[in-house]
């Protein structure tokens, strides 16, 4: 016996010791076989789950249900050539091979008249509908209210696509929905295009879908209807009457059977197969990339509008797949027109707002991606500080030129300067904020940008006149130290322990009795006064640009290297 083939028969044991290890049969045409979703999670988690009291059947199921079940169920061996034939689902199989075979046998030996191609393409529209406005939108997502009468002719809509049950269809979907792009997605198209469009129907599941809670569709009688009548149903509906309208209609039996029967099927079925293939694999994710659905105009087309996947898996109880009038979504518009008759109540729309949050935020991601490609300025905090003497002294070697409170050198730039290399000439060694603000010209961004990658240091204080002010400052401060410490000796005489305290007190007033301003006072108006608004508060993208108040210098790495003030241009 081969290894795979031995694994196959442990399988199998498992299957019939543990009930959650089934791997029920899934097929396209027959409903299940009574399948109860519950016994996933309860054959799961015998050894610790508490005993299921609610209703549904992921009532109970553990927080950790997909990771655990993954580990806990082994998968069924890969298909392989040589395990094939053993794997087939041969119903599925059959008609998933038989109808196109059929649709081009007739295609090439039936004459096909106008009014059996607009047959046809209603039919087509017809059973297509059933399965996006009911299988999916009503049954599956519970995206809106249908009255009783539309349910009876969704389900009968649906039933002629001939896609399998409600029950089976929409449990499936469910688990789709739940467990995108892991193995308990019946079809996920982690495994591939060819496997999510319909490989998936023509083998046997390596795994049991993920448990999905259908108790809702339980108690629904339309539901049991259709359970209960389902080969009939799919027989009447899926080839009778296409067949016998356009044979009693305008005596085209054989086109009837074949155009509006069989090649029509081939297309409804393929076009719901490409909801789970072309949708998870075409497009933009216009709202989320962290899965595989995508959005795309092509998808809508084939799929009677569910082609705004990835609208949909970010908000999949919205009776709507397109969000803009101009997307095509002919099943949003067919529910909205049952709406409109009276047919449709409570078509659930998720707030705009929460829409656009998925766009910004992709947008956003978009635009990181791009500014992390880029080269940016090198932050304030990883450039030395340097005071104004020492910038100065620097300056009669190399062109240094100081503007919003960085040092920028300027070697490589002299020359290219569209302004002219004097006017760089005649600032290196001083402070240019206010003419390159507007006070000669009002730079662009772009020159904001360049400028912006000349850095090769922070002045100490900020600005020139910053460091005049406090210059300033220090000295009014020592010359109200000195006058009360002699007003102090005056009163008490010297040596007095109070002097001192007195002294550091009235430190804070000048000598005139005025407060004296806070040490780290900002660059002074008078500086401002001809600087451009806009381009003053130009914020390079990638950085917040901050004006360094000396409080702030012990953030500096470079300035905390250096034993917390200056250091060495770079
Ligand atoms: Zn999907
Ligand atoms: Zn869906």
């Excluded at 076989?33 to 789950?49: F, M, N, R, Y």
């Amino acid at each position: 016996m081969t290894e795979a083939a031995e694994q196959v028969l442990t399988h199998r044991k498992q299957q019939v010791l543990e009930p959650g290890l089934r791997t029920p049969p899934t097929d396209t045409i027959s409903p299940p076989q009574s399948e109860d979703e519950s016994s996933s999670v309860k054959g799961l988690a015998t050894d610790t789950a508490p005993k299921k009291k609610s209703g549904f059947s992921d009532g109970d199921i553990p927080d950790d249900y997909v990771t655990r079940t993954l580990e806990r169920e082994p998968a069924l061996p890969p298909v392989q050539m040589k395990n094939i034939l053993g794997e087939i689902q041969w119903v599925s199989f059959t008609i998933l091979t038989v109808t196109p075979l059929l649709a081009l046998y007739g295609i090439f030996t039936t004459h096909l008249s106008m009014k059996t191609f607009a047959w046809s393409v209603f039919y087509y529209f017809f059973s297509g509908l059933g399965i996006t406005a009911g299988y999916h939108r009503l049954w599956a997502h519970r995206s809106y209210v249908a009255t009783r009468p539309l349910e009876y002719l969704l389900a009968l809509m649906g039933t002629s696509a001939v896609q399998g049950s409600i029950h089976w269809w929409a449990r499936g979907h469910r688990a789709h929905h739940r467990y995108t792009d892991t193995d308990l997605d019946p079809y996920g198209a982690h495994h591939g295009l060819l496997w999510s469009h319909l490989g998936w129907m023509i083998v046997k599941p390596r795994r049991k879908p993920g448990v999905a809670d259908i108790s809702d569709l339980r108690k629904n009688p339309v539901i049991k209807f259709q359970h209960k009548l389902y080969l009939p149903l799919i027989l009447f509906m899926g080839f009778i009457l296409p067949t016998i309208v356009a044979g009693f209609g305008w005596n085209d039996w054989r086109g009837g059977f074949y155009y509006a029967a069989v090649a029509r099927l081939v297309f409804v079925h393929h076009s719901t197969f490409c909801v789970n293939s072309l949708a998870h694999w075409l497009g933009e994710a216009s709202f989320d990339n962290k899965m595989t659905p995508r959005d795309h105009f092509i998808t809508a087309l084939v799929t009677v509008g569910e082609g705004y996947h990835n609208f949909h898996h970010q908000f999949p109880m919205d009776y709507r797949n397109a969000v803009y009038w101009h997307q095509y979504d002919p099943t949003k518009w067919f529910i909205a027109t049952m709406k409109m008759v009276g047919l449709a109540t409570h078509l659930k729309k998720f707030p705009d707002n929460e829409v656009q949050k998925g766009r910004v935020a992709m947008s956003l991601q978009k635009i990181n991606d791009q500014q992390s490609k880029l080269s940016w300025p090198k932050n304030y905090n990883d450039l030395p500080v340097i005071s104004w003497d020492d910038f100065q002294e620097e300056s009669k070697t190399r062109p240094l030129i100081v503007i919003h409170g960085f040092i920028h050198d300027v070697s490589s730039f002299m020359d290219e300067h569209p302004g002219g290399r004097h006017l760089l000439a005649g600032r290196i060694g001083k402070d240019a904020t206010v003419a390159f603000n507007g006070g000669l010209y009002a730079h662009s961004n772009a020159a904001h940008n360049l400028l912006s990658m000349m850095r090769v240091g922070v002045l100490d204080g900020g600005y020139q006149l910053a460091i005049d002010d406090i210059k300033r400052t220090e000295r009014a401060r020592a010359a109200a130290a000195a006058a009360s410490a002699s007003v102090a000796a005056g009163a008490t005489g010297p040596g007095a322990a109070g002097g001192a305290s007195s002294a550091a007190s009235t430190a804070t007033e000048q000598a005139d009795g005025t407060p004296i301003p806070e040490y780290s006072t900002p660059i002074p108006k008078v500086e401002e006064r001809n600087i451009d608004v806009k381009a003053r508060s130009y914020v390079p993208p990638g950085q917040v640009y901050t004006i360094l108040k000396r409080g702030e210098l012990k953030a500096n790495s470079v300035a905390q290297k250096n034993g917390g003030k200056v250091g060495r241009i770079l």
